[in-house]
């Protein structure tokens, strides 16, 4: 006669969440990561103007030395892809293979670092090497609305108290996708549990397409959210920020989040 209940919630309140001062170590953690995007692209840029542009795995490296020099660690190395790699959300560049990032390359970033025992930052930037063209500025533009519905929701709802759950905002973020003609090639959830322990946590996930998540977003749990468009053998677009949810608001990092393409 017994009722078999889910065990999320417990997980939610027990084991996923913030406390103050590791909110704060996120903070801190994001900013450092987005500065260090920033002259990622600033070197990939410069380099290109060159004989010896950079490759991938070249400026993966740089990355994870300024991660080092600035004393955050991270699970793995981060993902630098350029045009058609960007396209494989998981693509990881190599040294046995070789990619150089060269003049009007779309180029992805995601990077994500932490402070000993602090919680993680989790970013993905965007830029091109030269103008964009205007197929990169059509699937760059989608993309970031659906992030930003994703965040639109949040933003609308908390300071409310109704209940939100990660299933409706990945929602939001793929109904964006959808209606620009690019459902299809939004391949992954909109995003995942950064919990008090692990990148990918085990708290709700942003979450309709995988899975259904149903688990509510309450206060002291964070996330990712990073929709993204990937045009097999020709670009990849992926914009990622990662949320807090606060009693009363959702906090958003970096502060100074991607609006517009890096052009370098």
């Known amino acids: 006669g017994a009722e078999v209940v889910s065990s999320g919630a417990l997980v939610s309140r027990f084991y996923a969440m913030w406390t103050d001062t590791q909110l704060a170590s996120h903070r801190r953690a994001a900013e450092i990561v987005a500065a260090t995007a920033y002259q990622a692209f600033e070197i990939a840029g410069a380099r290109s103007l060159t004989q010896e542009p950079i490759a991938e795995h070249e400026l993966q490296q740089w990355i994870a030395d300024r991660f080092a020099a600035s ?148 206060p002291g749990l964070g996330f990712s959210i990073e929709p993204g468009a990937y045009l097999s053998g020709e670009i990849g677009v992926r914009a990622e920020v990662n949320a807090f949810i606060a009693p009363g608001e959702v906090i958003i990092t970096p502060d100074d989040y991607q609006h517009d393409l890096i052009v370098v």
């Open 71 to 218: 004393s955050l660690e991270f699970e793995h190395d981060p993902i630098v892809a350029a045009s058609e790699n960007a396209a494989n959300p998981h693509y990881a560049p190599s040294a046995q293979r070789p990619r150089t990032i060269r003049r009007g390359d779309l180029l992805l970033i995601d990077l994500w670092a932490r402070e000993p025992d602090g919680i993680y930052a989790d970013q993905t930037w965007m830029g091109s090497l030269g103008e964009p063209t205007p197929r990169m500025l059509e699937v760059w533009t989608a993309v970031r609305d659906a992030r930003d519905a994703a965040i639109a929701l949040l933003r609308e709802k908390i300071p409310t108290g109704a209940a939100v759950r990660g299933a409706e905002v990945d929602d939001a973020a793929r109904d964006v996708l959808t209606k620009r003609g690019f459902g299809k090639e939004f391949t992954h959830r909109t995003g995942h549990s950064i919990d008090s322990r692990q990148l990918h946590g085990a708290g709700p996930h942003i979450d309709n397409f995988e899975s259904r998540e149903v688990r509510e977003l309450i």
